[in-house]
């Protein structure tokens, strides 16, 4: 709800004694997806009509969500709580009227008005939900036992909740989804999990996949799913190496904008991709990033490097660091912030990764990496914790607002990523950069929508690398978070 904070000296609820008949307060309230789902869960009402991503509204037509008429009812609830009488209050009773329907999106104004006041400290008000344009959403009469005494804004400490949705990947996929399929050439997706991921984003309009393996196993996997590889085109290959080593050569032909690692060994098709004779080099070192998408978090997490370079040394980190900008300006974020992580946020020379990351602070700030904001050595908890960077004295463009977590090993990273993943509920989409097209790596363990986000990340890195300029400059400054 919209509000004018209080002071913590003030009261924050009207006690009997200072009500008087005619007493009204109206707030504003924005219709969310969020308000939506959470509702759902807090009622147990499913019903599809009232959830946003459903094509169902109940007369066959797909359109906005509807708001739940017991969810503007509770808009009323909250008034009453929050501002009239205020907390302390309790409901006696409530007499609702629903003269229309509210859909994401709605500006309501939720307003109440005192009308009686009995000895009892019972009140009456009228209520009310209208949009902001004045159409009447709901009226009726609400009796209430006013509270008997003030309470203050530190008498209320209320846990916060968080919706577990993933709205940066859906921004991503629909500016991808904007772009002509991209072509890209899928090493043996002989298992259902990797053709499976192929054909999903096919079917998403995401890439036209050139599947490269082995047709006995392409299409016992094809079975496996009860899907058709008709109009696809598949090379049979049966050696996966030598299966690598052709989908680089389609790249090299014009073929393919991208490869996609199916049901191999990451080393195999690395061993392609990195050769110094028909790979697909680019004069800097390659390396993994990956974008998370967290729950609660404005803009997407990138975190490198988590996959290829074991123990980067300080020239391979500048590669490291430069791709992962490279990357984030790719998908809008410019310019992005880079935290250089260690265990401290201090420079310690019995700690090697301090001392790396104050020389890529001082490159970047030299101009020797280029498009970012960096600053290290940070630790984690100030990278991204304005509070924390605070009560560290840390004076940072970057401190508490990192959007690109450099790790200082492979191990840190990996780490990082997975506990992001399976206690912090992201996703997670992952992609090779620093080559000269972008490599998709998958894993067994993606759901579908990793799948995707992995595709959509290398046709928007596609796009970066053949014009310097990203699909959507602004795609994550909207986004539903």
Not at 274 to 284: E, F, M, N, S, Y
Request: hydrophobic fraction near 45%.
């Amino acid at each position: 709800m919209t509000e004018t904070t209080e002071p913590e000296a003030m009261p924050v609820n009207v006690p009997f004694a200072s009500l008087t008949i005619g007493q009204s307060v109206q707030v504003e309230h924005l219709c969310t997806a969020n308000d939506l789902i959470v509702f759902a869960h807090a009622s147990g009402n499913r019903n599809p009509i009232h959830l946003p991503a459903t094509d169902f509204t109940g007369d066959g037509q797909s359109d906005a969500p509807v708001a739940p008429s017991m969810w503007l009812a509770s808009l009323i609830s909250a008034i009453l709580g929050n501002r009239l009488p205020g907390p302390g209050s309790l409901y006696l009773s409530q007499t609702l009227a629903f003269a229309a329907r509210a859909k994401v999106g709605d500006r309501l104004i939720v307003k109440a008005t005192v009308t009686s006041i009995a000895d009892n400290r019972a009140i009456t008000l009228d209520t009310s939900v209208s949009t902001a344009e004045g159409a009447l959403l709901v009226s009726g009469e609400a009796q209430v036992r006013a509270p008997d005494h003030p309470l203050y804004l530190g008498d209320i400490d209320v846990p916060p909740v968080q919706v577990q949705k993933h709205a940066l990947f859906d921004a991503m996929l629909g500016a991808a989804q904007s772009l002509p399929p991209m072509p890209v050439a899928v090493v043996a997706p002989d298992d259902p999990n990797s053709l499976g991921g192929a054909l999903l984003a096919r079917y998403e309009g995401l890439i036209v996949p050139i599947l490269v393996g082995s047709k006995a196993r392409i299409s016992e996997a094809a079975e496996t799913l009860s899907v058709s590889l008709e109009g696809l085109e598949l090379i049979d290959i049966d050696d996966e190496p030598a299966s690598a080593g052709r989908a680089v050569q389609l790249v090299h032909e014009g073929r393919a904008n991208a490869v996609m690692k199916g049901h191999l060994h990451t080393d195999g098709l690395l061993k392609h991709v990195v050769k110094a004779d028909g790979g697909l080099r680019a004069g800097k070192r390659i390396s993994h990033v990956f974008v998370m998408d967290v729950p609660g978090w404005p803009q997407p997490i990138l975190i490198t490097d988590a996959a290829i370079n074991i123990t980067p040394d300080l020239k391979t980190k500048v590669d490291i660091v430069q791709n992962a900008i490279d990357l984030a300006r790719a998908i809008g974020i410019n310019p992005p912030k880079v935290g250089i992580l260690s265990a401290v946020e201090t420079v310690n020379p019995a700690i090697p990764s301090t001392i790396d990351a104050a020389v890529l602070s001082k490159m970047a700030e030299r101009g020797q990496i280029k498009g970012g904001i960096v600053d290290g050595p940070l630790a984690m908890d100030n990278a991204v914790d304005v509070g924390a960077a605070r009560t560290k004295g840390i004076t940072s463009l970057v401190a508490g607002h990192a959007n690109v977590l450099v790790a200082p090993n492979l191990e840190a990273g990996n780490m990082l990523a997975k506990e992001l993943t399976f206690l912090a509920h992201a996703e997670a989409a992952g992609l090779l950069v620093g080559a000269s097209v972008p490599v998709i790596l998958t894993s067994r363990a993606d759901d579908d929508k990793a799948r995707l986000a992995s595709c959509a990340l290398a046709a928007l890195y596609d796009v970066w690398l053949r014009t310097g300029k990203p699909v959507d400059p602004d795609m994550f400054a909207t986004a539903d978070t």
